[in-house]
């Protein structure tokens, strides 16, 4: 791929659901070259293209070539999420004075808004284009009681490609009634296009992280990171900050931990993370308006699948997960999850690539 004179949308069919919906993949180009490759199917994000220090591209996400392994996505590969990223213990929360019940997806847990989730469901996609940017405007409405959740939620969705390679994702919903709602995207990132991601370099920009217990739910302590693995506040080989001996690296078989990110005053976009494959050069940052990042080392891929590139392999890909904290509706003192009516919810984050 070679820079292009204009940015484009195009749209080209990646197959047919059980029920007979016809599903597209939309491939983003901009002014660089770059490319993003996104279906209307759970707005799952399938390809990012981006060059190396030596400008040969390489799709640096994991992803499938048709839309039959997206059926059982298991792992929730590129795809949005919702209404709640990360885990709810037990699938139970209380609100208003009613106790609701969601399904239990990763024992003994909910997790990433249940069976069918966000990731489950078409949406109605709508491409836009300017000359400094090109994008995807998804919108659904999920009904009262998807998944167990009260109220009905209209959801808008919005990736932009510009042409300073960053990618932008911004969403926005409203309810009826209230609900909680934390919205995330679970893109696998390998930034060598290849391999594994033991040898990429890691920052996280906080101070404290969230410990769990073994299902993997907040302990509701805001743990220092000073003295442990999950000091990545300087730039650190993941391989090597992984093979450190400590009980949270062994209760999560390596990372999958929100951390608490240090926000700067107002409201607008934080460096949360930034990652860095030293063999190809490739950066990626990650900004975002969000309290919390979670980190997932790619623990329990394991080979069984096969994706666009052969199977993944056990720690192939990692993900950064910006979003609110895990079980927030059970633990108070977590920001606020919960949208009430005439309230909105607002919230971006940026993928943003270079080399270095």
Known sequence: ????????????????????????????????????????????????????????????????????????????????????????????????????????????????????????????????????????????????????YPGKLDVTLVYELDNDNALSLRYHAVTDQATPVNLTNHSYFNLAGQGTILGHELTINADRYLPVDAGSIPTGELADVSGTPFDLRQNTVIGDSIALPHEQIRIGRGYDHNFVLNLTAGHGLNLAASVRDTQSGRVMQVYTQEPGIQFYSGNFLDGSQHGKHGPIAYRGALCLETQHFPDSPNQSHFPSTILRPGEVYQTQTVYRFSVG
């Open 1 to 148: 791929m070679t820079p292009v004179d204009s940015v484009s949308v195009t749209q080209a069919p990646f197959g047919v659901l059980p029920d007979g919906q016809h599903v597209s993949v939309f491939t983003l180009t901009n002014r660089q070259g770059m490319q993003v490759k996104v279906l209307d199917f759970g707005a799952i994000i399938s390809e990012i293209h981006v060059p190396d220090r030596n400008g040969v591209f390489a799709d640096v996400v994991l992803g499938f070539e048709g839309i039959e392994p997206y059926l059982a996505n298991g792992a929730f590969l590129g795809a949005v999420i919702g209404r709640f990223g990360n885990r709810i213990a037990a699938g139970r929360f209380h609100l208003d004075g009613k106790n609701y019940q969601l399904a239990v997806n990763n024992a003994p847990n909910h997790l990433h808004g249940g069976n069918q989730g966000f990731h489950q469901v078409m949406w109605q996609a709508q491409p836009f284009t300017r000359d400094d940017a090109v994008g995807l405007t998804f919108t659904r409405s999920s009904p009262h009681g998807e998944d167990g």
